[in-house]
């Protein structure tokens, strides 16, 4: 689902690597504990911090394949 977000908005899509899985699944469950109505940003600052590395580190594979 969130590659299709990021696709819909033409970023590039990101690869979550199998060793980094857990810690991504954690920060994902982290942030899905939100109330609504009083949205947290620090709750989403680790998952996106996160995905943000997994991104930065994978970028130049899409160029260099």
């Known amino acids: 689902l969130m ?14 690597s199998k060793k980094n899985r857990s810690i991504y699944l ?22 996106v911090e996160f995905v943000s590395k997994e991104m930065i580190a994978k970028y130049w594979n899409y160029f260099l394949v």
């Open 26 to 47: 954690d920060c994902l469950a982290e942030a899905n504990h939100v109330n609504i109505d009083k949205m947290d940003e620090k709750k989403y600052k680790k998952l």
């Open 3 to 16: 590659n299709y977000m990021l696709m819909l908005e033409s970023y590039p899509l990101v690869a979550i």
